[in-house]
């Protein structure tokens, strides 16, 4: 690619980017009032949003060929066991960090 | 007495629940700079790429996207699709966003997934202005970000000690933030729908194309529990 060619597609990137990020607050303005429907789903979103955040994290892992998604499930039930007993978001996300490291690196070396 | 200055004591609030995100963002920002290098793009472009795109997983397909033949129209549909659940960001921050001023913009242009997750859960203490901690929280990532993929760029393959696996910084992040949320809900339903629905369209389409129908079939479950519950509630009175 020319370097024009490489800035529009580039800015293509950056104006579909755009668009998904400002339609919300362009079609549901603050002068007119936000349709009921869309205060329930700004409500309820965030528990399937967050759900899927983290299938969409894990949606590489191989459960039927090594290592089975073993590493991640050991990380993660690491990291929610640790943070329902401490409640500490940063230890819980720094031993689940280092946990997955230490196994990727040392137990299940492909 | 020290006068405290509103918009300080907005920063010491909003760093720390950053600092997640600076490791993550730090680790996959030197990579895409590596990754941009290694392709035969200037740091300016990966500069221009973390300031106007912003966006991590983009990032990544752009720097294949632009070894490929010129295709300004595919690039712009394939980035749309894969940006879409930015979409239920915004619905879900139109609230919290309201009446924020002249920060509106940009709070909007830095809404990336994490942080939407910090923006959306964090408990914002009383005495600090929630604008302005939105503000710093989106300005920081953003900065961790573009920071680190220039010097990704410009220094290249130098990380002193085997990284490897430290990206799981993200899924751990995430997975604590829903944990935090589901003990935040008393409603469990919409969790469920949300597993449920990435699961499976994960299943039947692939890790390639399974966010826009897994976002369609979240919608249709909400859309329909909202009517089972409003008819409940409805029967009752």
């Excluded at chain 1, 689940?96 to 196994?103: A, F, I, N, R, S």
């Excluded at chain 2, 200037?42 to 990544?60: D, P």
């Excluded at chain 2, 710093?136 to 920071?147: E, G, Q």
Aim: include cysteine; proline fraction near 5%; glycine fraction near 6%.
């Amino acid at each position: 690619m020319t370097l024009p060619q490489i800035l529009i597609t580039l800015a293509m990137c950056a104006l579909a980017t755009a668009i998904t990020r400002f339609l919300p607050f362009l079609i549901f303005s603050s002068k007119r009032p936000t349709p009921q429907f869309v205060l329930y789903l700004g409500k309820v979103l965030p528990g399937a949003i967050f759900s899927m955040l983290v299938v969409y994290c894990l949606k590489n892992v191989t459960p039927l060929q090594y290592s089975y998604g073993l590493p991640e499930l050991i990380a993660i039930l690491l990291t929610a066991g640790l943070h329902l007993w401490k409640r500490q978001i940063l230890l819980s996300i720094a031993a689940g960090t280092v946990c997955y490291m230490l196994l990727i690196q040392m137990v299940f070396v492909a | 007495m020290k006068q405290k200055n509103p918009i300080w004591s907005a920063f010491l609030a909003a760093f720390p629940c950053t600092i997640p995100v600076l490791t993550g963002y730090a680790f996959l920002g030197m990579a895409l700079g590596i990754y941009m290098s290694v392709a035969g793009f200037s740091v300016w472009l990966t500069l221009l790429m973390g300031l106007a795109i912003y966006a991590g997983s983009l990032e990544f397909l752009a720097v294949s996207i632009l070894v490929a033949p010129y295709a300004p129209l595919q690039t712009f549909i394939v980035s749309l699709m894969l940006q879409a659940r930015h979409l239920f960001y915004g619905i879900t921050l139109l609230e919290k966003y309201k009446d924020s001023g002249w920060k509106k913009p940009y709070l909007i242009h830095a809404i990336t997934d994490e942080t939407f997750s910090i923006n959306c859960t964090a408990e914002v203490p009383e005495h600090v202005d929630r604008v302005w901690f939105y503000f710093f929280t989106s300005l920081l990532d953003h900065s961790y970000w573009v920071i680190a993929s220039i010097i990704g760029g410009v220094l290249g393959n130098l990380i002193p000690f085997n990284s490897e696996g430290l990206d799981f910084v993200m899924t751990a992040m995430f997975v604590v933030i829903m944990l935090e949320q589901w003990l935040k809900d008393d409603d469990h339903s919409s969790a469920w729908i949300g597993l449920i629905a990435s699961v499976g369209c994960l299943m039947i389409f692939g890790p390639d194309n399974f966010l826009i129908p897994t976002m369609i079939c979240i919608l249709a479950a909400l859309t329909v529990l909202r009517k089972i519950k409003t008819k409940v509630v409805g029967d009752i009175k």
